[in-house]
DNA sequence: CACTCGTCGTGAATCGATTCACGACGTTTC
DNA sequence: GAAACGTCGTGAATCGATTCACGACGAGTG
């Protein structure tokens, strides 16, 4: 316990101006005050000229606090994501945030690190701080306390997770597509020998189906192998090349599809590292287009996701200004080649 | 306006549950209710038990407003980091949450995107929000609005910033020495026409202060030019290689010291799509070595800066029990070398 | 046995903003 | 000119947790 060096800055302590101090220094009663701030309407133009001058004197800022604990919720909106350190969630976080800043709201943000204890700890977290809405990328299934908060009043939308059975408001691009996509596109360079390899998420299992229908579709005879990780890295994606590398070359895929962006790196890397020629030997292709894929060793060809928008409609949909039904075709997933795909080598010579 | 698809989940409504409801449930007062968790050993084992399992049975979760309008605080801290899609400070999230959790507290993450405006209302929320702390990675200056709530009682540290001539609580890594490893190690590779191309913010300015060192020391003639910009991102970065590109040999550097790894990365794909050989016709050395550094086109050789212990350091000193001189020798800056360096080509053949 | 002291539970006041219910005042209308 | 109505300001109750000040009770002491 430190006693002396204790952080405080300042002795001075001045307590913060609460609107008895507007009230007394603009003549007016409490009440006033408060109505001049939330319904304009309601108090003559020159008194409330009077009001807001005493306040910006005093630097009046209002106690949350109190406002909550009499109106029930606060301004803020929770976000719960998975993991913060993916570019994805940092974008989605980042479109969230723009758009609750436009309505004057703020955006709770919430790493769970992909644990379910520290996912439930932020749901509580969300609670106490009555929240007026979530928006939740969970780790795996909708938590319980999640459609607790739901019943006792507390709206939440579920962000790029799969609707799977249950009828909870969700938003997402069209993964299935997105993995359909994927596997297309290497299906068509004549790759035939696939790996999926990804996470435990229900949008990833999505994106699996895709492919996996796209495997079943195809005219000619190809496989579909599945490799599932606990999560989506780019450590992991390198940990699994090792476990690949040591495989005979006739069980060698000659292309992968990653559940993610941030995987797809990870097994670039490793890849590589281990002698693989990508994309003369292998093509790969990931899922999510964050930045970083550009700046790739080998430029990766992967699934435009639109984050940022998924961020904004959510809000959205949460503040009552736009329903569910309203996004359905946007968010539309996108093929962007770059150079980690190539036709598969049979007829072509390497390099010269 | 939306009326009826309002995003109201259930019409249930119950009302969580009040200390009131606990009390009653235990049969003990409110008051009993409350010491139970705010000063455990006031009550007796047997009541506390009695009162825990009522708790736990309601489901009780208690309302941080009514706790903070008593208090004064909340039980979070504020964290303003100028770009979050930064990964360097996503690693500074994380860093810092993680401390905070295990001290029972929360982080309450504001992006400022850059923007000097969204920084002040921010740090108006925080205010409003009653956080019992701040750190803040700031845009440029420290801004007076840190400084009043500072002498208002909240107390802050700056984080990663230049201590410069005020005596603000700061932390950060020594990024002098940073920025003279960098510059010394393109000197030591016998480049000679180097430039430092970075932003605008404080501790910036100290790593190119720390290049210019070097270069002053050095015995040998060598120059650094400096570009400045304003935002230090990757495609900041690719933009400034095409103005480069259109230079006279002449003027084209053998040598650059980026400001950030995003901004190195950008680099580095502006001027290997120009067609510029990294690193046989010019070194690179970025700042911070996030994770995607070594994936990069070329491995990109950086400073390796320790975000995520100095996230941790910043909330143990406002927590108080970690002091700003604890810190010192801490978060020493490190050269990894990796593939965008290399010795001058003056003696060395361009493979075969 | 009476008195002191410490332990532990309780009633009530408190934090600051919001909002209901009331009333004062001024305007319109027959 | 009086009744009816609308506008706009105010006093007071309210949200839920915390904490002060008090007191009940039991144990220990002379």
């Known amino acids: 316990m430190v006693s002396g060096s204790a952080p405080k800055q300042s002795k001075a302590e001045v307590s913060a101006p609460t609107v008895a101090d507007v ?15 939330t319904q304009p309407g309601r108090v003559s133009p020159d008194l409330r000229r009077r009001v807001i001058e005493a306040a910006d004197e005093l630097g009046y800022v209002g106690n949350e606090a109190a406002r909550r604990l009499r109106v029930g919720h606060s301004l803020a909106l929770g976000l719960l994501v998975s993991n913060i350190g993916n570019p994805v969630y940092a974008e989605l976080a980042a479109g969230a945030e723009a758009e609750a800043a436009a309505h004057g709201r703020f955006i709770l943000v919430a790493n769970s690190d992909e644990s379910p204890e520290r996912e439930r700890a932020y749901l509580g977290f969300f609670e106490s701080q009555q929240v007026s809405g979530i928006l939740a990328a969970p780790v795996g299934d909708v938590p319980e306390e999640l459609l607790g908060l739901g019943r006792r009043g507390t709206p939440f939308v579920l962000v790029g997770t799969a609707t799977g ?3 909870y408001p969700a938003i997402s691009g069209d993964n299935e597509r997105g993995g359909h996509l994927a596997a297309s596109h290497l299906l068509a360079q004549g790759r ?6 990804g996470g435990p998420h229900p949008h990833v299992d999505l994106r699996l189906a895709g492919a996996k229908r796209a495997v079943d579709e195809f005219p000619e005879p190809a496989s579909l192998e599945i ?20 495989r005979p070359a006739t069980g060698f895929p000659d292309g992968i599809v990653a559940g993610n962006d941030l995987l797809a790196l990870g097994l670039l890397h ?3 590292m281990g002698g693989v020629r990508v994309p003369e030997d292998l093509s790969l292709v990931g899922y999510d287009d964050i930045e970083f894929a550009d700046f790739a060793i080998v430029p990766l060809t992967t699934i435009r996701h639109p984050s940022a928008a998924l961020g904004a409609s959510a809000v959205r949909i949460l503040l009552g200004i736009e329903s569910e039904r309203d996004t359905l075709g946007r968010f539309e997933p996108e093929l962007v080649v770059r150079e980690t795909s190539l036709p598969a080598a049979e007829d072509a010579h390497h390099d010269g």
Do not use: C
């Open 23 to 37: 009230a007394a220094r603009a003549g007016v009663s409490r009440a006033t005050v408060s109505y001049t701030f």
């Open 165 to 167: 059975p249950h009828s």
């Open 192 to 197: 035939r020998r696939l790996i999926f390899i």
């Open 227 to 246: 490799i599932r990780v606990q999560v989506q890295t780019a450590k992991v994606g390198e940990a699994v090349t090792r476990t690949l590398l040591r």
């Open 270 to 272: 490793g890849l590589i």
